[in-house]
């Protein structure tokens, strides 16, 4: 009786366990996104649409990002505005007297590059908010993580980007930028 009560407890213990591991499973694949980066944003770069063969403005941005999931370069190119720059005196929560220029950028595709080769691709939209007295650049970004290679195969989740531009040039088309990437990636 005592062994056939053992078997039946050792039998419950295993399909207690054996329940939970695709829920472990599943949970492995979930990767946090807490980063900090720092680096540079060039504003102004013309380049040919290619599928209108018309001269679009453009930004480069290159920064290196540590913190959750490792070590990146994250490089941006193409993220154009989706109109004209408008005048206001509230933008992203904070409000001047002089006001800011507010952009609007309808994309911002983005590649991370980490230091085992793995890529990410992610793309979305945000708001860029330039003081008008100080020319710092506020700016927050909505995107979507679409795919990559390496550890980041099939990857999807969503990251929220938040920063400060400082112009280094004297007419404020290169700037210094820091800030966060905070979100989370799936993994198939």
């Not at 020319?135 to 990251?159: K, L, M, P, V």
């Amino acid at each position: 009786m005592k062994i056939k009560n053992t078997s039946s407890c050792l039998a419950i213990v295993v399909l207690v366990l054996a329940a939970g591991l695709p829920m472990t499973a599943v949970a492995d694949k979930t990767i946090e996104v807490n980063m900090f980066f720092a680096g540079a944003f060039a504003t102004g770069i013309l380049h040919v649409d290619p599928m209108t063969g018309n001269l679009v403005p453009s930004a480069l941005i290159h920064v290196q990002a540590k913190g959750s999931p490792g070590k990146a370069v994250i490089r941006g190119y193409g993220a154009g505005a989706d109109e004209m720059p408008v005048f206001t005196i509230s933008c992203l929560g904070a409000s001047s007297d002089d006001g800011f220029l507010r952009i609007e950028a309808g994309e911002d595709p983005l590649l991370f590059t980490f230091q085992d080769l793995s890529l990410l691709f992610a793309n979305g939209d945000g708001e860029i908010c330039i003081n008008l007295t100080t020319g710092i650049s506020e700016f927050r970004f909505d995107i979507s993580f679409t795919g990559g290679t390496g550890r980041f195969e099939g990857a999807w989740g969503t990251a929220v980007i938040t920063g400060e531009a400082v112009p280094v040039s004297n007419d404020g088309s290169f700037l210094a930028e820091t800030g966060t990437i905070v979100g989370t990636i799936h993994l198939p």
